[in-house]
């Protein structure tokens, strides 16, 4: 099935990356079966096994013909809990290897240090940031980029691509966002 995503979106063009992510609190118990897990929850060995598991899907992932995977530390998810995703990052890229593109989606409000975070990212060896925020949902309606101030107060001194995400509806917008030095844009 993932071959197919690939190859359907390969065909006309298009890059697929795949987004991996835990609910953590977040998590539907009529979904996943158990209970929402809180991250005071986990033992360590559990902790150890979703590195595990985080790499492996990444790797899944790649020999299935995606073109990259998103790593999601935004949004109350479970990474986002965890103020060092060093572990899990370097987990995906050891699976993965150096060539095969990693990048993250983080908050911009809520880490308490933007810059840091994404100077932490950038060192962890990601290709590129997606910057959303806690309160995306609050937003909903919001005609104008979400995050785009916030992230260009935080990008001095990183080299890393960074994109905003929330609040772009209109190609017009989005080239706005390029015209200010953004190489990408995610619409939503």
């Keep these: 099935l993932l071959r197919r995503a690939c190859d359907g979106v390969h065909q ?5 990356f795949f987004q991996l992510s835990h ?3 977040k998590g539907v118990e009529s979904v996943n079966g158990a209970p929402p897990k809180h991250p005071e929850d986990f033992t360590l060995e559990e902790l150890d096994r979703l590195v595990e598991q985080f790499a492996f899907a990444a790797k899944k992932c790649k020999d299935c013909g995606a073109d990259g995977v998103q790593v999601h530390n935004a ?3 479970l990474l986002s809990n965890f103020l060092n995703p060093e572990e899990n990052l370097r987990a995906v890229r050891e699976a993965c290897g150096a060539d095969f593109p990693m990048i993250v989606k ?3 409000n809520g880490c ?3 810059p ?3 100077r932490l990212y950038e060192r962890c060896g990601v290709d590129g940031v997606e910057v959303s925020g806690i309160d995306f949902n609050r937003r ?3 005609k104008t980029p979400f995050y785009l101030d916030a992230l260009k107060a935080a990008r001095e001194g990183i080299s890393i691509p960074l994109f905003p995400v929330g609040g772009v509806f209109s190609r017009g917008t989005a080239e706005e ?3 200010q030095g953004f190489p990408l844009v995610s619409m939503s």
């Design 140 to 142: 909903a309606g919001q």
């Design 112 to 114: 308490g240090d933007l």
């Design 12 to 16: 006309y063009g298009g890059k697929l």
């Design 116 to 118: 840091a975070l994404l």
């Design 75 to 77: 949004h109350g998810y």
């Design 177 to 179: 966002i390029l015209a």
């Design 23 to 25: 609910s953590g609190i």
């Design 106 to 108: 983080a908050d911009s």
